[in-house]
């Protein structure tokens, strides 16, 4: 089992920054696909990025790319999204997740390519 808890949400005003981080812990998982969800009132859980085990490859929603950067320790067994000039529509509660999965786009894009969940934390941006 891996347990996965999210921190760094907030409120900040439309054109900040801030930084989630995700720390793991149980199981190692310095090998898993890690990302970060996000979910909206009223809307589905969706993707925002990918980082593969070696870091060498990510990926991002075409919503974030340019403005968000996935990136991760495994050492301290911890992944994080740093989100710069945040838009009101990034507002959501944001997750992190992970699966020994391989890197593959089909997948790692999709709520159901994951099988370990961290709790969410709220990110608020205001206009």
């Known amino acids: 089992q891996v347990q996965l808890v999210e921190s760094g949400g907030g409120l900040v005003q439309a054109g900040g920054s801030l930084r989630l981080s995700c720390a793991a812990s149980g199981q190692t998982s310095s090998n898993y696909v890690k990302a970060w969800f996000r979910q909206a009132p009223g809307k589905e859980r969706e993707f925002v990025a990918a980082?593969?085990?070696?870091?060498?490859?990510?990926y991002y929603a075409d919503s974030v790319k340019g403005r968000f950067t996935v990136s991760r320790d495994n050492a301290k067994n911890t992944v994080y999204l740093q989100m710069n000039s945040l838009k009101p529509e990034d507002t959501a509660v944001y997750y992190c997740?992970?699966?020994?999965?391989?890197?593959?786009?089909?997948?790692?894009?999709?709520?159901?390519?994951?099988?370990?969940w961290g709790q969410g934390t709220q990110v608020t941006v205001s206009s």
């Open positions: 997740a992970a699966d020994p999965t391989s890197w593959d786009t089909k997948v790692i894009l999709s709520v159901s390519g994951y099988a370990y």
């Open positions: 980082i593969s085990w070696s870091a060498i490859s990510t």
